[in-house]
């Protein structure tokens, strides 16, 4: 990882709640992206060991312990603070713990939002574990005229093609941090689910 804190361009916040080996494995691919230059660790009240085992393992790494659940929201808000506190980057990359990374993606997520200071979230295609061939939930559209959202259906997507889209998947997304001052962070109502797409309707219209 970079170690110039005086040009912090991107931390990554991971997300925990238990399943210690599997950010464990997710904490390995990051430490490895030299695209990558801080790690924020933020437990919600793990009770395997998680915090202790990343301690050990990458001395390095910022580990939070919130001591209890707080969900997607209230977990990933607090490593989004203590990233801006500590380093005040550019980027926040929100991961969930039981994701893997292919090694490219921060930077071309990075090169993507820097082609156009308007975009405020990058996100990225999701393989299902089991079946690498096959997309799940990435990104999803919203009717406003019938109030649902939908799923962006995968035949649109391939790993070459970028497309704007209502809202990304939270288990990976890129976050440009200026464009959170205007906007705010997650909001700590939503405990699990629909908290990313809720954020990515403020981004669309913050314009």
């Known amino acids: 990882m970079n170690e110039n804190t005086g040009n912090i361009r991107t931390v990554a916040v991971v997300l925990s709640w238990n399943l210690r080996e599997r950010v464990l494995e ?22 395997d060991g998680t915090p202790a085992a990343v301690r050990e393992a990458y001395p390095r790494i910022e580990v ?10 209230g977990g990933n808000n607090a490593g989004i603070r203590e990233a801006r506190r500590l380093w005040d980057p550019a980027f926040f990359w929100i991961l969930n713990n039981d994701v893997e990374i292919d090694p490219p993606m921060l ?23 089991a079946d690498r061939e096959r ?35 939270g288990s990976c997304m890129l976050v440009r941090a200026e464009a959170t001052v205007q906007t705010g962070i997650l909001d700590p109502a939503f405990f699990c689910c629909a908290e990313e797409t809720e954020w990515c309707t403020r981004f669309h219209r913050a314009g």
Request: glycine share 6%.
């Open 107 to 129: 930077r071309e997520m990075v090169n993507a939002a820097q082609s156009d200071p308007a975009i405020a979230v990058v996100g990225a295609l999701n393989y299902d574990f």
């Open 64 to 73: 939070i312990e919130n001591g209890e659940n707080l969900g997607y929201a």
């Open 135 to 169: 997309l799940t939930l990435t990104a999803s559209s919203i009717n406003w005229w019938w109030g649902k959202v939908d799923i962006v259906d995968p035949r649109r997507l391939s790993d070459d093609d970028e497309i704007d889209v209502d809202a990304v998947s």
């Open 26 to 47: 997710c904490l390995d691919a990051l430490a490895d992206d030299k695209a990558l230059e801080k790690i924020i660790l933020v437990d919600n009240g793990s009770t």
